[in-house]
């Protein structure tokens, strides 16, 4: 499961900054991950696994703290097709909480 391309919203995110509104642009290549800058950061990762990758990720967030974390997650594929990545992250400064989130894959138009 290639995420070059791909777009993610999230689906579950309790205890983390990002929400429904959050839009993640991710770009792969040679195992190495990207996700376009977003209004409150970007991130960076690799593959640590066929279906696992590993990322760092900051932000600046709408109190004005600058936040740094990390996570792992796992790739999965739901019964629409689409790719749906779990993590368990934690905040590496700032509140050192963690916790886990779900992303989904945006459908793309036809």
């Known amino acids: 499961m290639n995420l070059d391309g791909r ?3 999230t689906l579950e995110n309790k205890s983390g900054l990002s929400s429904g509104i959050t839009v993640f ?12 800058s977003i209004i409150e950061g970007n991130l960076i990762g690799k593959r640590i696994g066929e279906n696992s990758i590993e990322l ?13 974390g990390e996570s792992k997650g796992v ?5 629409e097709g689409l ?10 400064n700032g509140p050192l ?4 989130s779900q992303y989904i894959e945006v459908r793309k138009s036809s």
Do not use: P
């Not at 790739?75 to 019964?79: D, E, G, K, M, R």
């Not at 909480?97 to 886990?100: A, H, L, P, V």
């Open 7 to 9: 777009t993610f919203v």
């Open 25 to 36: 642009n991710y770009s792969e290549a040679d195992n190495v991950i990207t996700g376009g």
């Open 56 to 68: 760092l990720y900051q932000c600046l967030t709408e109190a004005g703290d600058l936040l740094a």
């Open 75 to 79: 790739l999965l594929q739901n019964s």
């Open 83 to 92: 790719i749906e990545i779990h993590f368990d992250w934690n905040w590496i």
């Open 97 to 100: 909480t963690g916790g886990k």
